[in-house]
């Protein structure tokens, strides 16, 4: 096994508040070995030595929501996740390939994030008119009895979880949920409009897979009646309902704000240097996305009650003791989400009312408690001896100024050290391969 040490580096730990200067940690294989004062502890010969002298080391990221395959079927791009310090992705609507890639980075065969992943994503009123949607891996149970047999195929499958969207009957979403439960399965995935969310709670649901899925409940009107408003009024009561059932919540709020931005200024904001690595075809089509079409004219709306009332909600469950998740969303689906979003994330947290070290403990111990709630191997987001070596490598501290988390030495991704460099490498020779966008393309 390879043996790695970051000596003279300041630890933020994440197992308690605050950084600790002077520390040596030490990676044997893919687990973190020994952490103490570099004065007492002894390399072993052959080790190799990062110098950690002015830097900080926290755990790597884990962006709790995304979609891949759909975002290129070439697994080159999975090293755009680890370009940004993320070392943990969750799938959300998956399929065999994921699965297969998730075995292949686990293996050491390909180089990329630890990857978890949902079954094709349950789903309902999808009639062939929706050609967004038929896109995701789906499955499109019709009845109470398709939907028990769907779940208990996934859970003796190769899921690692469930998923539950729109579109569903009433009786058949709660019995997916309930079934996802009784087979010991997490499930996460969208709330049904039709159904109160003491209803949706009370079956069991683990967590919602984007924050804006609470908007509806939060309505006051609809956005086509005058005087429509969103009920501000109504957020601690939200909040003590997820508290007191445990539910978790994913941010996602980097899309709702991409959205906002496109529909004010499309051109000006694909013309950003983090879209770079978009391929021509998903550029085309986000130029001509939803900001076009089903949300045209929705700027104001999305912009000055949206925005705000998130962010409130968001401060609303953070300080009620909801567990908080970062996800970008990133998909080809999903205009302006790509995975530099994360940052963006944690950012949109700070402005929410989270001290910079919620923010993190969102994007790394809530997601490890998540995957271990999961039964998966929940040993990451923490550097302490024994979880697994996923690390990064700051040139500034993150608990002074989160967006530190973009200023980025390296990344250890199960034990492997990559320097920025040779990440930015990576990314380059992904890019080589198709043509790039272009800025203001």
Not at 67 to 74: A, E, F, I, R
Not at 161 to 169: E, H, N, S
Request: contains cysteine.
């Amino acid at each position: 096994m390879t043996s790695t040490a970051f000596v003279g580096v300041t630890v933020i730990p994440m197992d308690r508040p605050g950084p600790v200067s002077g520390r040596t940690v030490v990676t044997d294989g893919d687990r973190i070995t020994a952490i103490g004062p570099s004065s007492g502890i002894e390399l072993a010969e052959g080790t190799t030595v990062i110098d950690g002298a002015g830097r900080y080391l926290l755990p790597g990221l884990a962006d709790m929501h995304v979609h891949l395959g759909m975002w290129d079927p070439d697994p080159g791009h999975l090293a755009l996740y680890l370009a940004e310090g993320t070392t943990v992705v969750r799938c959300l609507s998956g399929s065999i390939t994921n699965a297969r890639w998730r075995d292949q980075v686990r293996a050491g065969e390909l180089i990329g994030p630890t990857i978890l992943t949902s079954g094709p994503t349950i789903i309902g009123g999808i009639d062939g008119g929706d050609d967004e949607l038929a896109k995701l891996p789906i499955v499109q149970p019709g009845s109470v009895a398709e939907v028990i047999d769907e779940v208990r195929a996934q859970a003796a499958g190769w899921a690692d979880l469930i998923k539950v969207y729109d579109g569903l009957a009433p009786d058949v979403y709660l019995a997916a949920i309930e079934t996802a439960k009784a087979e010991g399965m997490y499930v996460t995935g969208h709330l049904l409009d039709e159904l109160p969310l003491d209803d949706i709670a009370a079956a069991g649901l683990d967590e919602v897979a984007h924050l804006d899925e609470l908007n509806y409940h939060h309505w006051r009107g609809t956005p086509d009646q005058p005087g429509f408003a969103l009920d501000w009024d109504a957020i601690p009561a939200t909040a003590r309902l997820l508290a007191e059932t445990g539910m978790t919540v994913v941010s996602n709020l980097s899309a709702d704000e991409s959205m906002a931005e496109l529909l004010a200024d499309t051109d000006r904001v694909l013309a950003r240097p983090e879209y770079r690595v978009v391929r021509p075809e998903v550029m085309a089509a986000w130029r001509h996305g939803r900001q076009t079409g089903v949300f045209e004219g929705q700027g104001p709306y999305r912009r000055d009650l949206e925005l705000p009332f998130f962010k409130a909600l968001l401060d609303g469950l953070r300080s009620a003791g909801v567990r908080i998740l970062v996800g970008t969303d990133t998909s080809p689906l999903v205009e302006g989400a790509v995975p530099s979003k994360i940052h963006r994330e944690l950012e949109l947290l700070v402005e929410s009312g989270h001290s910079p070290f919620e923010a993190l403990t969102a994007a790394t111990v809530n997601a490890a408690d998540v995957v271990a709630d999961m039964g998966r191997d929940g040993g990451f987001g923490r550097i302490v001896p024994g979880h697994r070596a996923d690390l990064l490598l700051l040139g500034g501290n993150p608990l002074d100024d989160i967006g530190q988390t973009r200023n980025r030495v390296g990344v250890m991704a199960r034990g492997t050290y990559h320097t920025q460099q040779r990440l930015d490498e990576l990314l380059g020779r992904y890019l080589a391969g198709h043509a790039p966008t272009g800025v203001g393309r």
